[in-house]
């Protein structure tokens, strides 16, 4: 999915593509370097490296991680630096979100934040935060995420 100019969000899914990110996570990095240089560079985007790059364009602050010869870098939480991959990770996951509207109603429950807020991005950083915890959560429990407290939690941000 990518981000439009009205701020719909539309599912894209690569050809032959049944897993868009796989496990290894230096491949994982080179592909939003990759997407990046292919932006900057205004060579033409596949629909899978527009997403990335929009994120990326997002958030000039991981530009010179996203640029740097070390994509293999650890990001600690200790360390007190945000892992920027992760970051950008969670946004094409929320967004992967809300263009399959699975969970239901986590579109609805983006429009009314975006509205709220005033900016998707805005929105999106607070949904994020939400997704971190349930998923954190769901890692420490060793369960799946529990989809319904997800869902609550975000809700809250509405009310």
Request: charged content about 30%; proline content about 4%.
């Amino acid at each position: 999915m990518w981000r439009m100019s009205d701020h719909r969000v539309v599912r894209i899914q690569e050809e032959g593509d049944a897993m868009i990110f796989g496990q290894d996570r230096d491949e994982l990095r080179k592909m939003y370097a990759d997407a990046w240089q292919k932006h900057c560079d205004k060579k033409p985007l596949t629909p899978l490296e527009a997403q990335i790059s929009a994120v990326v364009e997002w958030h000039p602050e991981y530009h010179s991680d996203v640029t740097s010869d070390d994509l293999n870098k650890d990001y600690m939480p200790d360390g007190g630096k945000t892992n920027p991959f992760l970051h950008m990770g969670l946004h094409l996951g929320i967004r992967e979100q809300i263009a399959t509207n699975r969970p239901a109603g986590i579109a609805s429950i983006f429009d009314t934040l975006t509205a709220k807020v005033g900016d998707a991005h805005a929105a999106e950083h607070r949904m994020i935060d939400c997704l971190a915890e349930i998923l954190w959560e769901a890692q420490g429990n060793n369960t799946a995420p529990d989809e319904q407290k997800y869902l609550q939690r975000l809700q809250q941000l509405i009310r």
